[in-house]
């Protein structure tokens, strides 16, 4: 698709319902993401969401999949101890879910890691830029690499991870220019998130894109649905139709 030019169009998903819509809409790749720890699990932060959690996820939503290509976040705590941790943690999401790759955050910090998942066969995306998972290293959710330095090292890590074997990378919360330098520089994918439009597709996460959350307002997050609205307005008229004996009707029953 990149070298057709064709953009490509990436959400998350967490359960069968859900990626079941999503990959009916046409939907190129599905995000198993560890943000699943915030907006499925109420989690501050994408730390607390454990390898299991993950596993569970991922399986309802291959079960729902046809087309799409399924991409599982390997969490926090299950690949940077060792390479042998991040291949028994890749092995253990691509056996239990049937999902189609992995996912894992860093550059540099995780080569070992990724040489050793792809050596085994489980293809491997990268993610760069703002990563959650090292949200108290950071301190904040700003944008990163604004500053030369960290902008030349995270230009280095892509490379790199193009160089491990890896078949695409996130780039999150960067200056436009520097995703548009990156993926002008890797022949892999880039998928970007809050990372401007010059990249070779976007990804969101479905519960913002749809209007779920409300109170989650970054500037890169275009709202496609008010669906908290729709679903407040719905649970409202079901619930005052059971409290006037409205629901079920005679022809509501058996
Ligand atoms: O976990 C996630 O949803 C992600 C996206 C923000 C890229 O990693």
Redo the contacts with the bound molecule.
């Keep these: 698709m990149k070298n057709r030019g064709e953009k490509i169009a990436m959400l ?1 998903a967490y359960d069968y319902s859900m990626a079941r819509i999503i990959d009916g809409a046409g939907i190129d790749v599905i ?1 198993v ?3 699943a720890s915030n907006v499925m699990a109420g989690n501050e932060t ?1 730390l607390p969401i454990t390898l299991d959690q993950m596993i569970y996820h991922a399986t309802s939503v291959v079960k729902a999949v046809k087309r799409a290509l399924v991409v599982v ?1 390997i969490p926090f705590g299950y690949y940077q101890g060792s390479s042998g941790e991040a291949l028994r943690s890749s092995i253990r999401i691509m056996k239990e879910s049937g999902a189609h790759a992995v ?1 894992m955050e860093g550059g540099s910090e995780v080569k070992d890691s990724v040489l050793r998942i792809l050596s085994a066969g489980v293809p491997v995306m990268g ?1 760069l830029g703002l990563t ?1 998972q090292s949200i108290y290293k950071f301190g904040t959710y700003s944008v990163r690499a604004k500053e030369e330095e960290e902008a030349n090292k995270l230009l280095e890590d892509a490379l790199l991870l193009q160089e491990c074997g890896c078949f695409g990378i ?1 780039l ?1 919360k960067i200056p436009a220019e520097l995703a548009k330098k990156v993926a002008a520089s890797v022949s892999i994918p880039v998928i970007g ?1 809050g990372a401007g439009p010059d990249v070779d597709g976007q ?1 969101l ?1 479905m519960q913002d894109m749809l209007g779920i959350t409300k109170d989650f307002k970054p500037r890169f997050l275009r709202r496609y649905a008010d669906l908290n609205t729709i679903m407040t307005n719905a649970i409202g008229n079901y619930v005052a139709d059971v409290k006037a004996r409205e629901f079920p009707n005679q022809e509501e029953k058996y």
Aim: glycine content about 6%; proline content about 7%.
């Design positions: 998350t995000l993401g560890d943000s994408t976040d996912k993610h959650p996130v999150e998130i990804v996460v």
